[in-house]
Structures are given as C-alpha cells and as structure tokens.
C-alpha cells in the first residue's frame, strides 16, 4: 500500500509541469488527497487538495489560477498541473491521503495518514 508522485523536474519561469500521484494496493476515489511541498529552510506547506465525495479543492492563495488539481480514477491517479511556474514554487513535492477530511482540515498535513516519497520541482532559468 504506497503512494509515489513523481513528474518533478527543471523549469524556466513561466514554464509547466504536471506532478502525478498513484497509488498501489487501494483506491484513490476513495480518498482526500493532497498535495504538499517544502522548501529549503521552509515549513511544508499545503498546495492544493481534493476531497472524494463532493470533490471540493484547496489551493493556497499564491497558487490558485496557475495549479489545478484533479483526479482519474480509472488510473488510479490525482495530478497537480502547474503552470506558470515562479522560482518560489521550487520545492519538493508530496501527495498524502487520508479517508475521511474534513472541509477545514484539508490543508492540514495532520489530517493525511498516508504520504508518498517527495519530487523535487525546481524553477530557475
């Protein structure tokens, strides 16, 4: 039963990447999944999250209008599109998961009990 994301990699500013999360041994349509990320000399911080019931998101305010989330449930898979990369999104990324969160739970990394290996995104020219 893990999680693995993976997709990260080197950007200019500007550019895009798409971080994928799939998991083995259960199904992600049955989980709140969410993504995480922290960087250097920086707290892990909740980038985005989506709920499995009425399929509510997350999104930090400095990213909502550049990342969305979403599932597909046939691969078992949530991904984290970013576009419109800033050096400040550098950071490694995590997806967690968790049976049940609540709405005012969803950004926090408590509220997860499963957690994926990290992908490193960085954003530099």
């Known amino acids: 039963v893990q999680l693995q994301a993976s997709g990260g990699g080197l950007v200019q500013p500007g550019g895009s990447l798409r971080l994928s999360c799939v998991a083995s041994g259960f199904s992600l349509d049955e989980y709140c999944i969410g993504w995480f990320r922290q960087a250097p000399g920086k707290e892990r911080e909740a980038v985005s999250s989506i709920r499995k019931n009425d399929r509510t998101t997350y999104y930090i305010g400095s990213v909502k209008g550049r990342f969305t989330i979403s599932r597909d449930n046939a691969k078992n898979t949530v991904y984290l599109q970013m576009n419109t990369l800033k050096p400040e999104d550098t950071a490694v990324y995590y997806c967690?998961?968790?049976?049940?969160?609540?709405?005012?739970?969803?950004?926090?990394?408590?509220?997860?009990?499963?957690w994926g290996q990290g992908t490193l995104v960085t954003v530099s020219s």
């Open positions: 967690a998961a968790s049976a049940s969160v609540i709405i005012s739970a969803m950004r926090r990394s408590s509220s997860y009990d499963r």
